[in-house]
């Protein structure tokens, strides 16, 4: 059969999301052809203040890279123009002479940057911010001049302000209302926001209109004129006054307009062919800017391009959630009381919150908030369902979690959300998607939530809602990387850092009294504060403080590995991942007698029985008679391996010899996360030590120490740490700098993002540079592992492994 064309003019979030749904639903029904006016795929154009910023770059924004397209058999014509609709033969032509035929087409192109209508807009250094070439011109900008100005305090204002006042530049903000972001928040918000925004060293010019953009004989941007008179020298002007339906294409090909593409609620226009989605549209005499509504769009028009004819758009119920430099807002409804409705309002600006409450015949009308917007998704849906609040009233501003049920504002509120509460208002995911990916598909960290749901992937404002559910789900497993300015958890206002300094300086020695002290918001805590606060305490006061069995994880007290059928896997350890014909004859005939479903040589030279039923784990440890391998704990993992000179012939030292010395030392030892080390025998690196928390390369004078490592989802090179000559010396070394990790890092951070937070030269001038520091960090690691060490430690010399400082001999 021979497929229909479709073509796609528009490359951009909404048009490209109404293909991936159409690809879900008939991935065979057309041959697609897709123009873009950029030189780039589908990128997220919410993401470009990181890239203004630096955080980020063009490629860590694409969303669909060129191999999907090609993947899903699309044609794609990039820095390509259409100039023109042929309705009546079904054809677009585009400005570099392309013309191609359709059977259906989509038109998505959009909006453009509403530019001042004033004298000098034209000048050279007058710009926008709607695209990764405005980003390039500010960048460049950057480097050359010194003062910008924006006019406009919406968010591109405010985000454009901030990415060039990163980048050295002082930085005016000109906004005709009196207060920002006036369509976001009320006037109590905003001015928290302008005060937080000048303490970060912007300058703001309130009610100002711009008259005219001044310049000189080079045609080059000098100053502003306001309506006032006044004047303000500028280097650069960047416009963020709003922006306008990109309707041209549509108008000249006689497709009716109205404050964009008009079209019905299956996103046809009144040409039946030719459908339209995103902000180039008018839907019921509304267009929408919003990336949630755009996404709606895309599946009710994806439906009707597939023939499926159920779908129906009626418009959406909007909130916004952003991140304004850093700063979290939110706002919903109509949050401007007046004598219609009442108000409950809580403002700490000290503490850098504000929420405000509006109510109309007890209703939640609207809702605005500041700083603390973890209830914002609560809020909205009493908005949206118009439910009563008589009975929620006394606890309405305290957040979903002051309600009861054991639950508190943040983690448990989420996890107690119903399955179809939405998490990610510009995908339109909700919990039950992401709960159901994170079971099924075995998932552990946001980024892998962001490609199999979307969640999270577009403006970031839902992370910490997807990082709750995600530690709700799957517990201390979730690899997160903890943030030193963030609470702890919704327990507590208190962040990572500030609950460790307490623990130490107030001598809290366990749970019950640390969470008194702190006066935690939940009687017990939950599942995420709790490992976090044992780690500390025991940590922090070894041989006082005692490992709370409740506050670990199952897999930590039974000693494997929970796996998604329900069964376990068993790791035992190997030192060094060295073994003996022994101890493979017992992992043989466990295997026999358990029936193990299968039997794997893991990454890390270790062997492990995958499918053990859990009332057989204590009979299988008993029958192994070897030790844990704690491949499921916040611990060490392994020590891994290479020959090494005894029989390798580029090997110049015993790697062997030094891993089991390593291994065995360290054994038992709990940290922040998992930590993993590898010695290679030579710079060949056949032990992969450049991807481990701690590598260990032999040369012919000695070792190379290297830190920081990862070989997860993100590869983290290990950076160079120290060269030292003896035994002795690595395990002095390695030991000094695990036990700074253990006193410095925050639950759940691996080392490479603790030396990302605090700086190699930090680690180095505390362990490398600092000898008599050095002696006293390794003192105190002994010290605790004396109190830590696993119960197997004491059958070490009982093993068939080889002897601590001595070369390995077979």
């Given amino acids: 059969m021979k497929k229909m064309k479709l073509i796609v003019i528009g490359n951009g979030m909404a048009g490209i999301r109404t293909l991936e749904e159409l690809l879900k639903l008939d991935p065979d029904l057309y041959d697609v052809t897709v123009f873009g006016s950029e030189p780039y795929p589908n990128y997220n154009r919410i993401l470009l203040s990181p890239v203004l910023t630096g955080e980020q770059t063009i490629k860590d924004i694409i969303l ?88 406009g305090g919406g968010l591109l204002g405010l985000e454009a302000a901030n990415g060039l006042a990163s980048r050295g530049m002082k930085v005016s903000v000109v906004h005709l209302g009196p207060t920002l972001l006036d369509r976001q928040l009320d006037a109590a918000a905003a001015g928290m926001l302008q005060t937080s925004l000048e303490m970060r060293g912007l300058s703001f010019l309130m009610g100002r209109q711009t008259d005219a953009v001044l310049g000189n004989e080079q045609g080059r941007v000098t100053g502003l004129r306001f309506k006032d008179g006044s004047e303000l020298d500028t280097d650069l002007v960047v416009m963020a006054v709003g922006i306008r339906p990109n309707t041209e294409l549509a108008m000249q090909a006689g497709i009716y307009t109205d404050r964009g593409i008009v079209v019905n ?118 908005i949206r369902e118009a439910k009563p609040i008589a009975e929620l009233r006394e606890h309405l501003m305290f957040g979903e979690g002051a309600l009861g049920d054991t639950g508190h504002a943040g983690e448990i509120s989420v996890a107690g959300m119903p399955d179809s509460a939405e998490i990610c208002g510009c995908n339109g995911v909700c919990k039950g998607t992401i709960v159901k990916a994170i079971r099924e598909q075995g998932l552990f960290t946001v980024d892998e939530i962001k490609k199999q749901t979307k969640a999270a992937s577009s403006c970031g404002s839902c992370t910490s809602l997807v990082e709750q559910l995600l530690i709700s789900c799957i517990g201390g497993a979730a690899d997160i990387k903890p943030k030193s300015e963030k609470p702890m958890c919704g327990c507590t206002e208190f962040t990572h850092g500030q609950v460790r300094k307490a623990i130490k300086e107030q001598h809290l020695i366990s749970i019950p009294q640390a969470l008194r002290f702190l006066e935690w918001r939940t009687v017990d805590g939950c599942a995420s504060c709790r490992p976090a606060l044992n780690y500390y305490i025991t940590s922090t006061w070894p041989g006082e403080a005692k490992s709370d069995a409740q506050s670990l994880l199952v897999n930590e007290r039974v000693h494997a590995n929970i796996q998604k059928d329900g069964t376990y896997s068993v790791v035992p350890r190997m030192w060094g991942g060295v073994t003996s014909a022994a101890e493979l004859r017992r992992i043989a005939d466990v295997a026999d007698k358990y029936h193990v479903p299968m039997v794997k040589v893991t990454g890390g030279q270790r062997i492990d029985l995958l499918g053990i039923k859990k009332e057989d784990l204590p009979k299988v440890w008993k029958d192994l008679d070897m030790p844990s391998g704690h491949a499921y704990g916040k611990t060490l993992r392994t020590v891994k391996t290479c020959v090494g000179k005894e029989f390798c012939r580029f090997g110049t030292q015993d790697s062997t010899g030094m891993g089991i010395a390593l291994e065995k030392e360290l054994v038992g030892m709990t940290s922040p996360h998992k930590v993993k080390l590898a010695v290679s025998g030579c710079p060949r690196n056949c032990a992969e030590s450049g991807i481990k928390d701690i590598g260990i390369i032999a040369v012919d004078s000695g070792w190379e120490l290297y830190v920081g490592g990862n070989g997860g989802i993100k590869t983290e090179v290990a950076q160079f740490f120290a060269k030292v000559q003896t035994h002795d010396d690595v395990l002095e070394h390695c030991g000094a700098f695990l036990q700074l990790y253990r006193e410095e890092a925050f639950y759940l951070e691996r080392t490479c993002h603790y030396l990302n937070r605090v700086g190699l030269d930090h680690a180095k001038s505390r362990v490398v540079d600092d000898a008599q520091n050095r002696a006293e960090l390794y003192a105190r690691l002994k010290f605790a592992l004396s109190f830590e060490a696993d119960p197997w430690a004491e059958r070490i010399e009982k093993t068939p492994a080889r002897r601590e400082f001595e070369p390995l001999h077979v």
Wanted: glycine share 10%; charged share 20%; with cysteine.
């Fill in 265 to 382: 609620d299956t996103l046809q226009t009144y040409d039946p062919r030719i459908y339209a989605v995103g902000e180039c549209v008018s839907h019921r005499g509304i267009a929408y800017g919003l990336v949630a509504p755009l996404f709606e769009q895309a599946k009710v028009a994806a439906n009707h391009l597939a023939f499926h004819g159920i779908g129906r758009y009626s418009g959406s119920s909007t909130s916004t959630k952003l991140k304004v430099t850093g700063i979290d807002v939110f706002s919903a409804g109509d949050f401007n009381d007046d004598n219609d409705t009442e108000a409950i309002t809580l403002a700490d600006p000290v503490g850098g919150v504000y929420k405000k409450l509006v109510i109309r015949d007890n209703r939640l009308v609207g809702a605005c908030l500041y700083g603390d917007t973890v209830d914002g998704a609560w809020y909205f849906r009493l």
């Fill in 64 to 151: 669909n890279d060129l191999g999907w397209y090609e993947a899903n058999g699309i044609r794609l014509y990039l820095n390509c123009r259409v100039t023109q609709i042929n309705r009546a033969r079904k054809q677009v032509i585009a400005d570099d002479g392309t013309v191609a035929q359709y059977d259906r087409l989509l038109i998505a192109t959009g909006s453009n940057p509403f530019i001042l209508p004033v004298p000098g807009n034209d000048l050279e250094g007058v710009i926008t911010f709607r695209d990764i070439r405005d980003v390039d011109l500010m960048v460049d900008a950057a480097t050359r001049l010194e003062h910008a100005t924006v006019i």
